[in-house]
């Protein structure tokens, strides 16, 4: 059965593939597996049929015959577990690829979305320069962890994972903002995952999402 997920109608990043949707098209594209997508408004977010699949009235969800899923994490981690590709066989190898998912959503991924809230809600504060600050030093703190941990690796834990795909997903929230950039190993991480050719597969979906909107 063809899985269905839904995605922004009009996406708010202007189809720089930032929403949560594009880590689920990824790693369909990666693992192979053809899907459907349902476009929805900000509106229609916010109703009835769409909160009985995402109670928080967010994108993306997951319909799979009688499987409904939300959290973009939670879609990944079930993909990569149903279809092989993206979660070594290994236990061990296995099971240190799924932390990697954890670690980009708990801890690194926090500090990068409270900066982008922050731009949105407070630029016209007193105190949001030293507040922006603040935060881009929490963020370089995270990274510079993460760049010690990858070293001159080209993924983080031996063949590329699902932990990586979620990884560079969080790290993508970066890109424009130049702090990436002073961390060169993970800047070329990046563009590593941003090279696979499911990543463009999924990206070119997206943006072709976004530019038939744009038009219409």
Do not use: C
């Not at 941990?149 to 990586?164: C, H, P, T, V, Y």
């Not at 560079?168 to 590593?192: D, I």
């Amino acid at each position: 059965m063809t899985p269905t997920i839904t995605a922004f109608e009009r996406s708010p990043d202007r189809g720089k593939g930032q929403a949560r949707d594009m880590r689920v098209r990824w790693a369909l594209e990666e693992v192979g597996q053809p899907y459907d997508v349902r476009l929805v408004s900000f509106s229609e977010m916010k109703q009835p049929a769409h909160r009985a699949l995402q109670p928080f009235g967010q994108i993306p969800t997951y319909e799979e015959g009688d499987l409904a899923l939300f959290e973009s994490g939670a879609i990944v981690f079930h993909i990569a577990e149903r279809y092989a590709s993206l979660l070594p066989e290994d236990a061990n190898a296995r099971a240190r690829a799924i932390t990697w998912m954890f670690a980009a959503l708990s801890t690194i991924e926090p500090p990068i979305l409270e900066r982008e809230s922050t731009g949105y809600l407070e630029r016209d504060k007193t105190w949001y320069a030293e507040r922006l600050l603040m935060l881009e030093d929490r963020i370089r703190n995270r990274l510079g962890d993460l760049s010690r941990r990858l070293g001159k690796a080209d993924w983080l834990d031996g063949a590329f994972s699902a932990g990586d795909l979620v990884m560079v997903g969080v790290l993508r929230r970066l890109n424009g903002s130049g702090l990436l950039e002073e961390f060169p190993n993970l800047a070329a991480y990046v563009a590593r995952g941003e090279a696979r050719p499911a990543f463009k597969r999924a990206f070119d979906a997206q943006l072709a999402v976004f530019t038939a909107a744009s038009s219409g």
